[in-house]
């Protein structure tokens, strides 16, 4: 008969073993489970790419590549409102107006306008490519010129039909005052966009009969543009 203490030991080697294997088995369980995950999701994986790259050549390119899957919505552009008013709007009553609603009288390839004006004044907005030039000319009106962009250069006076180093650069944010029939010339040395006010209305721009900007002559001395 086997000593007790070798009986002990005996039984204690068999538990182990036994929860030794018990355990082999949990853990060999857990990682079936985990491959078996990982191969489901691989083909959800490759499905979900299946069904995008059929849908896509099926479809066209819509996008940057069409093997991205993506599908972009054309928007075609915003149509182009044309101007509701025309160039020159004469004001009698109390009267809200954007210049966007009014359409561009071009004058030369390089000058175009816009007006406003009542009985006794005259807004004009007036757009001048870079090199445009406005001849020498002078008028009963009293004018005040706002460039809001761009910049002009003024001769005055005797050296508006001479026009050489006596002059005045007009820009961005400065006010010019130009009183009666002081004769004057213009030239934009960028594009700019020229505010100028009358008084009273230049009658010349109202009617068309402004000669002198249209063909680019200098109109006479005296003829009151």
């Known amino acids: 008969m086997l000593p007790y203490d070798t009986l002990a030991t005996f039984g204690a080697g068999m538990l182990f073993c036994g929860w030794m294997y018990w355990d082999l088995r949990k853990e060999n369980k857990a990682a079936a489970a985990r491959k078996a995950a990982l191969a489901a999701l691989q083909a959800q994986t490759a499905a979900a790419r299946a069904s995008a790259a059929a849908s896509a050549s099926s479809s066209g390119p819509t996008g940057p590549t069409a093997s991205s899957g993506l599908s972009f919505v054309h928007t075609p552009p915003p149509a182009v409102s044309l101007p509701s008013l025309s160039s020159s709007v004469h004001m009698t009553d109390v009267r809200k107006l954007s210049w966007d609603d009014m ?59 001479n026009p050489g180093s006596e002059f005045v650069d007009v820009r961005a944010g400065d006010v010019l005052v130009i009183p009666s029939m002081v004769r004057h010339r213009a030239e934009a040395l960028e594009d700019t966009l020229d505010v100028d006010i009358f008084n009273p209305p230049r009658q010349d721009w109202i009617d068309k009969s402004d000669n002198y900007l249209r063909t680019g002559e200098p109109m006479s001395n005296g003829g009151q543009g």
């Open 103 to 161: 359409a561009v009288e071009e004058l030369t390839p390089l000058i175009g306008r816009r007006l406003i004006y009542t009985d006794k004044q005259m807004l004009a907005h007036v757009y001048l490519k870079q090199g445009a030039v406005v001849p020498a000319h002078d008028h009963v009106n009293e004018q005040i010129t706002y460039i809001l962009s761009g910049a002009l250069r003024f001769w005055i006076g005797e050296h508006a039909d």
